[in-house]
């Protein structure tokens, strides 16, 4: 075990989090979306240590973060026409973008896949550290492999502690749940993980269909291969046993007032929870999807934190950034989801 620096971001916490990246080290670092753990995507053994800090399968690719287009040269191979748009319209900001892969990126980046994910962040911290460290950043989600992703600094020390050496304090993350994934290496764009950025403002840019990937809203059949690796793992997941609960309010209240008990919580929207006869957990308000996306994650930390073991969960609008949350949330329900 290391001994875990948590700095606040300022100036010389960032100069010194991009002489740890340029040494081989790892460094979690706040973006717009969620925490991340950064180490040079060129560097093969600085990118192994993410997957062991995280306890991540290593078929599981990692997404690189630029501050500039001109890093691109060398990550990917070509350039096309529909990822200018994207990048024009969504840069800097949370979409990621897969393209064929170029010679300069690491192999443990891409996990055997002749594809690169790339995304240009918005954080200042996060591009601060690109920027002192001139190093295109490897970076996936800053927990421990199939646990909810971090959106605070201390979200990161409670899972990351000892496991690497700095932890740079930027805040709450202002997103909230992870970048949006879209492919542009096939012959159409195919969404592949929703996200802030809409399947709607992608077609509106690029002026053709999104395909939605299968395993967005649905687990995967057996023998049906995901088109991105993470999306075959448990994922997002609290200790306790979720379930989804889908239909209007007064359906929702009567279902968890006939299966209150011990252990039981309601993870609800904003004022939801009162008269119930179980504690609840509120993650955003109702008719705002981004609010439940920048509350799902630290809500699902509460409910560990508070011994939670069954939750049922009031399901978000599945469309817009609601999409990005449903997405999130039936993962940590491990797909069981009552219509009621
Ligand atoms: P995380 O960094 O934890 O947010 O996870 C990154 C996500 O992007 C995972 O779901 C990966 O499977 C996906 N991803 C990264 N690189 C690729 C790629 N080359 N092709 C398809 N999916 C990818
Ligand atoms: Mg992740």
Not at 61 to 72: F, G, Q, S
Not at 113 to 122: F, G, Q, Y
Not at 316 to 322: N, Q
């Amino acid at each position: 075990m290391m001994n875990t620096i948590l700095a606040k971001a300022d100036k010389a916490a960032v100069e010194k989090a991009a002489a740890l990246l340029a040494a081989g080290q790892i460094v979690a670092i706040p973006t717009e979306t969620v925490y991340g753990i950064a180490a040079s995507a060129l560097n093969g053994a600085a990118v192994k240590k993410i997957f062991e800090a995280k306890g991540r399968p290593q078929d599981n690719p990692l997404i690189v973060h630029i501050d500039r287009l001109e890093m691109l040269k060398g990550l990917v191979a070509t350039v096309p026409e529909k990822a200018l748009a994207l990048a024009a319209a969504f840069w800097p900001g949370p979409l990621t973008i897969i393209l064929p892969r170029g010679p300069k990126v690491a192999d443990e980046v891409c996990a055997g896949l002749d594809t690169v994910a790339i995304r240009m962040p918005s954080h200042p911290v996060a591009r601060a550290v690109i920027a002192a460290s001139g190093l295109p950043l490897a970076a996936p989600s800053a927990n421990r492999s199939g646990g909810p992703s971090p959106t605070t600094a201390a979200d990161v020390l409670a899972d990351m502690e000892g496991r690497l050496p700095l932890i740079l304090d930027g805040g709450s993350c202002g997103v909230g749940v992870e970048s949006t994934v879209i492919t542009l290496a096939g012959q159409t764009p195919v969404l592949l993980r929703p996200g802030f950025v809409t399947k709607e403002q992608l077609e509106q840019v690029l002026g053709c269909p999104v395909e939605l990937a299968g395993a967005v809203l649905h687990q995967l059949k057996e023998g049906e291969t995901a088109r991105s690796p993470g999306m075959k793992y448990k994922h997002y997941a609290p200790k306790a046993h979720v379930t989804i609960l889908r239909g209007d309010l007064d359906a929702y209240r009567a279902y968890v007032s006939g299966h209150a008990g011990p252990g039981v919580w309601a993870l609800c929207f904003d004022g939801e929870g009162e008269g119930l006869p179980v504690p609840s957990v509120s993650y955003g308000a109702r008719e705002d999807d981004a609010s439940q996306a920048r509350e799902l994650f630290s809500a699902l930390r509460r409910l560990d934190e508070q011994g939670a073991e069954r939750v049922y969960a009031r399901c978000p609008h599945i469309g817009g950034v609601g999409l990005a949350v449903y997405n999130r949330l039936v993962r940590a329900a491990a797909f069981e989801v009552v219509e009621l």
